[in-house]
């Protein structure tokens, strides 16, 4: 069963940086698309960044654009969101996401905690 999990959450001031990580087991070959979301209190989950199956095609909403930047490693096992010039706004619980065709299905973490106050 794929597992998704998400580290690297916490509380930065504004204008700071945090990575976060998504790891990924459970499966054979490779996943395809991977996503990071976030969710703020009140409000509807978004899509901030996706990437390809081999990482060679990005995506980041215009909210994060330039601050924000997803990546994958080579092993196609781990996904990062750097993110840097954090804002208040920013602040959400972060999820991972991962599309796998061999079964079909959607797979969720159960989300980071990010925290942006002075």
């Known amino acids: 069963q794929v597992q998704l999990v998400e580290s690297g959450g916490g509380l930065v001031q504004p204008g700071g940086s945090l990575k976060l990580s998504c790891a990924a087991s459970?499966?054979?070959?490779?996943?395809?698309?991977m996503n990071w979301y976030r969710q703020a209190p009140g409000k509807e989950r978004e899509w901030i960044a996706g990437?390809?199956?081999?990482?060679?095609?990005?995506g980041h909403a215009d909210s994060v654009k330039g601050r924000f930047t997803i990546s994958r490693d080579s092993a196609k096992t781990t996904m990062y969101l750097d993110m840097n010039s954090l804002k208040s706004e920013d602040t959400a619980v972060y999820y991972c996401n991962a599309f796998w065709s061999r079964t079909d299905l959607n797979y969720w973490g159960q989300g980071t905690q990010v925290t942006v106050s002075s």
């Open positions: 990437i390809s199956d081999f990482g060679g095609v990005t």
């Open positions: 459970g499966f054979t070959g490779s996943l395809d698309a």
